[in-house]
């Protein structure tokens, strides 16, 4: 189900927002995360880039590494002040993902190389088992 809410603005000079949904573990899923945050970021009024390019590889690592048959991924993301962050949340607490330099010639292992030079601050952080969270956040 996707969840979407807004504080009033009234209240606030810069509303917190934030989307959450919750897709298969699979190449469509994490294609699916890259269009809906596509879609969300441009309903709020905010920049594309590099956002929907930091969804699309942590939505890839979970639909990759972070799959177990029947239990799907989550992306969460919210504004707070003049700051986007990205959940993405995965049934696979046993396998940590790590930034690493890949071989030349490798034709994978990029990603989260990617997200640390795309995004201001990331990590991991665990959740009930046997969850963990890919999160990364951008200044907007």
């Not at 956002?51 to 991924?73: C, K, M, Q, S, W």
């Not at 990617?114 to 990364?136: D, E, F, H, S």
């Amino acid at each position: 189900m996707n969840q979407e809410t807004a504080a009033p603005t009234a209240q606030l000079d810069n509303p917190i927002r934030n989307f959450g949904v919750q897709l298969s573990p699979t190449p469509r899923g994490a294609r699916l995360a890259r269009l809906l945050t596509t879609e969300q970021l441009r309903s709020w009024g905010l920049p594309l880039d590099p956002a929907a390019h930091i969804v699309a590889e942590l939505a890839t690592n979970a639909a990759t590494h972070g799959r177990v048959p029947g239990r799907d991924f989550r992306l969460l993301l919210y504004v707070v002040g003049d700051t986007l962050r990205i959940e993405v949340t995965d049934t696979r607490a046993d396998r940590l993902p790590h930034a690493e330099v890949p071989a030349l010639d490798a034709e994978s292992g990029r990603g989260l190389t990617i997200v640390a030079a795309l995004a201001n601050r990331w990590g991991v952080a665990p959740g009930l088992p046997p969850r963990k969270t890919v999160w990364a956040e951008v200044n907007l």
